[in-house]
């Protein structure tokens, strides 16, 4: 049997896969919080210290764990790295199974009528989200009805408009249009850490489950948290799915004459980088 070595060193592959690490979704994301074994920031190093929530390692929404809150707290250091004001941009998004039924904290920095932005949880298992600078300064709009007794996912976002036009708040990657504004806003930064299970407006923290928080310093677009919803199974960092597509392109043999009548064998090996799977194909066209 003789054999022809194509192109010597082989065919070269370039496949772009995109459910197996989406590079946009990463893309000006500054922390990622998945809770399943603790409050240590998977994606950077602003890690939260737990003060008084208790992790659950049945209740989860993904991965292994989740935080039950009950009028408690976990606070996230770095407290600079979540400074964003009226001229920025910036989303967060987290899964919520609540039992608050009335005016509750979800998530905020800052405090009472001074610059802050927060979460707030409302009647019908809805969250509303404000930018405040103020006490009567603020823009502020509010997410459609969750559904009871089960994970939610709510995200918030904002295009730096300095009105509640870029102000939208999200659930299960469904959101509604409207707001309100007060005054004018002005500069929300202040040097308070970032909190999750309570807000910048009550006393009264929040009452349930919340797993996979995340932070990005840009506007996630609607069609980025359609594909994190992911049809309500949700995507986890670092954002793959099971389902991949593949783009393959390749270069063409010099010798096409031996593919034409003779079977191939293709033998390679695989080089992964986070965006890229390079496949490294040696062909060898086989013929009597």
Not at 86 to 97: G, I, L, Q, T
Not at 126 to 140: E, F, H, P
Request: hydrophobic fraction near 35%.
């Amino acid at each position: 049997m003789k054999k022809y070595i194509v192109l010597g060193i082989g065919i070269f592959f370039l496949i772009l896969i995109s459910g197996l690490a989406n590079a946009s979704l990463s893309d000006g994301l500054v922390s990622y919080w998945s809770f399943d074994t603790d409050a240590t920031d998977d994606y950077a190093s602003n890690d939260g210290t737990v003060i008084g929530a208790v992790h659950n390692n049945t209740a989860y929404k993904l991965g292994g764990g989740c935080y039950d809150f009950s009028d408690d707290n976990i606070s996230f250091a770095n407290e600079e790295k979540f400074d964003f004001d009226k001229e920025d941009n910036f989303s967060f998004c987290f899964w919520a199974d609540s039992d608050s039924t009335g005016d509750v904290g979800v998530l905020g920095k800052g405090q009472v009528e001074s610059p802050t932005f927060y979460v707030q949880g409302s009647s019908g298992y809805k969250m509303k989200v404000y930018l405040r600078s103020g006490a009567g300064d603020y823009i502020t709009t509010t997410s459609p009805n969750a559904i009871y007794n089960e994970y939610n996912y709510y995200c918030f976002t904002y295009n730096n408009t300095e009105s509640y036009t870029g102000l939208t708040a999200y659930i299960n990657a469904t959101n509604i249009t409207g707001g309100s504004d007060a005054g004018t806003l002005g500069s929300i930064l202040n040097n308070f850490n970032l909190v999750l299970g309570q807000g910048s407006t009550t006393a009264n923290g929040f009452d349930g489950r919340i797993d996979e928080f995340a932070f990005w310093n840009r506007t996630l677009a609607t069609s980025e948290i359609v594909e994190l919803y992911n049809s309500g199974a949700g995507l986890a960092y670092p954002f793959t799915t099971a389902n991949d597509t593949l783009n393959m392109s390749a270069t063409t043999p010099t010798n096409k004459s031996q593919f034409n009548t003779n079977p191939i064998r293709f033998v390679g090996f695989i080089v992964y980088t986070p965006n890229i799977v390079n496949i490294i194909a040696f062909c060898e066209v086989l013929a009597e």
